[in-house]
């Protein structure tokens, strides 16, 4: 086990990419005495240096780094294109035009040799686990190596990582599983429980978690810390849109669901338009769609229009408040 100063709350700030996670909110978190996390996913590595020395001006507690794991998806590029075409309509009605699939790789490599250069205390990776060499080579910096799981199985095969998050089927944004399946996943207490049994590393619960009470059961069924996201979107140091965060508020929308419509991976977001006409005729192509997807997404924010923006969203998305994140850290660990 990696020795670092953990959070004296146990309380964790999901790292959310496009937009949410910000320096501002990674900080009020780890100032209130929980853990923040930054994003890398979809940034350039200059972008994810600048985002980790920002928050180290504002703060001196640790926090952490998320990085998206490369995409390992055998894509046909018809269904991509004909993904495309179907959108044709939308993209020319908001006056753009789809978007073409780019490196699948978030620049992953260099993401890591620039955080090895001068890592923050915490990395965390999603979409799959990195190599032993990778994990030993944070570990020997001193960094606490996280591993985001969504079954058991995952759970063994990151078994030499420091904590484990595991995220349930109620999580907002996408699912963090190894590979780009439609399998049914489980729900966080199940899950949470069959991982408690086969594994002794920290865990951090994660998967529609909103409340002070949902954070006590988690961690009365063996979690070491309680992983947050959709909770903190309406915070004011949040960067989430602002269509987003009106959006989570808005009795006009009522449900969540998975989808691929948006991203090629499934994902949950609030029930709207695009993800309603859209999600039967999604490819599993990670993030080939979400390139596809991404101008309109970006108009329709512009544009004031939820209905065509990835709303993402856990199932306990009523309980997003404009509260201030250092206050919204004391609220959940009952203080």
């Given at each position: 086990m990696t020795h670092v100063p953990w959070p004296a709350?146990?309380?964790?700030?999901?790292?959310?990419?496009?937009?949410?996670?910000?320096?501002?909110?990674?900080?009020?978190?780890?100032?209130?005495?929980?853990?923040?996390?930054?994003?890398?996913?979809?940034?350039?590595?200059?972008?994810?240096?600048?985002?980790?020395?920002?928050?180290?001006?504002?703060?001196?507690?640790?926090?952490?780094?998320?990085?998206?794991?490369?995409?390992?998806?055998?894509?046909?590029?018809?269904?991509?294109?004909?993904?495309?075409?179907?959108?044709?309509?939308?993209a020319e009605r908001l006056g753009v035009s789809p978007g073409v699939p780019a490196a699948r790789d978030d620049a992953y490599e260099d993401k890591v040799a620039d955080l090895l250069s001068d890592p923050p205390a915490f990395?965390?990776?999603?979409?799959?686990?990195?190599?032993?060499?990778?994990?030993?080579?944070?570990?020997?910096?001193?960094?606490?190596?996280?591993?985001?799981?969504?079954?058991?199985?995952?759970?063994?095969?990151?078994?030499?990582?420091?904590?484990?998050?595991?995220?349930?089927?109620?999580?907002?944004?996408?699912?963090?599983?190894?590979?780009n399946t439609s399998d049914e996943p489980v729900p966080l207490r199940v899950l949470l429980r069959d991982v408690r049994v086969a594994t002794t590393l920290p865990i951090f619960a994660a998967g529609g978690l909103g409340t002070a009470a949902d954070v006590a059961e988690v961690l009365a069924l063996g979690a070491t810390a309680a992983q947050l996201g959709t909770v903190f979107v309406r915070c004011p140091e949040s960067g989430a849109s602002a269509v987003h965060k009106a959006a989570l508020?808005?009795?006009?929308?009522?449900?969540?669901?998975?989808?691929?419509?948006?991203?090629?991976?499934?994902?949950?977001?609030?029930?709207?338009?695009?993800?309603?006409?859209?999600?039967?005729?999604a490819p599993a192509a990670y993030p080939d769609v979400h390139f596809v997807t991404s101008p309109l997404r970006k108009a329709s924010a512009a544009q004031g229009d939820p209905d065509g923006v990835n709303l993402w969203a856990g199932e306990s998305y009523r309980t997003a408040t404009e509260t201030p994140a250092g206050r919204l850290v004391a609220a959940l660990s009952g203080r």
């Open positions: 709350l146990p309380i964790v700030q999901a790292p959310m990419a496009g937009g949410p996670s910000t320096p501002a909110l990674a900080a009020a978190v780890s100032d209130a005495g929980g853990l923040g996390f930054l994003a890398a996913g979809y940034k350039t590595v200059a972008a994810m240096r600048a985002d980790i020395s920002a928050t180290r001006e504002l703060t001196a507690r640790p926090f952490g780094m998320n990085v998206f794991m490369p995409s390992l998806d055998d894509v046909d590029p018809a269904v991509v294109d004909a993904y495309r075409e179907r959108l044709a309509a939308e990395v965390s990776f999603t979409f799959g686990c990195p190599s032993v060499d990778v994990v030993r080579a944070f570990q020997e910096r001193g960094v606490v190596v996280v591993v985001t799981v969504t079954t058991v199985e995952e759970a063994r095969q990151a078994s030499g990582a420091d904590a484990l998050c595991v995220q349930g089927a109620e999580a907002g944004g996408h699912r963090g599983s190894f590979g508020a808005d009795p006009r929308f009522t449900a969540t669901a998975m989808t691929r419509a948006f991203s090629g991976r499934p994902a949950r977001g609030l029930v709207n338009r695009f993800l309603t006409e859209h999600s039967a005729h």
